[in-house]
């Protein structure tokens, strides 16, 4: 309101210096008037667009930290899946280090019963 308040008063200005006369006065207030509504419409579409597409990227963003909170619950899941195949593949590692040196010790004991019936 103030930019049309502006205009009617540099067309009065320019008017009264003699810049322009009375018609050309009007044609500039009638035309800087347009002008600013268009510009102010032109504006409001503008910021109307823009808050459209930012309510869109909002949303995208939203999309997008759900799936990745998503994302790391799965690789948390995998991660602990993961650690108790570990924790097994160990246990049964030294269960097998365990067997073998039984293994080795039945062996020592079947070649001592050996020796021990050749002898008799």
């Known amino acids: 309101m103030a930019n049309i308040a502006l205009v009617f008063l ?7 210096a003699g810049d322009l006369n009375f018609s050309q006065m009007l044609d500039f207030i009638i035309d ?12 409001y579409s503008f910021v109307t667009m823009a808050r459209g597409s930012l309510g869109r990227i909002l949303s995208e963003a939203d999309r ?10 799965a690789f948390d899941e995998i991660s602990r899946n993961i650690s108790y195949i570990n924790q097994r593949a ?29 002898k008799a």
């Open 10 to 16: 540099l067309g009065i200005v320019f008017e009264s």
């Open 64 to 73: 997008i930290l759900t799936a990745v909170d998503e994302q790391k619950t």
């Open 90 to 118: 160990q246990e049964i590692a030294h269960g097998s280090t365990e067997l073998s040196e039984t293994s080795r010790g039945i062996e020592g004991a079947v070649q001592e019963l050996v020796t021990l019936s050749v």
């Open 32 to 43: 800087s008037t347009v002008s600013l509504v268009f510009t102010s419409a032109g504006c």
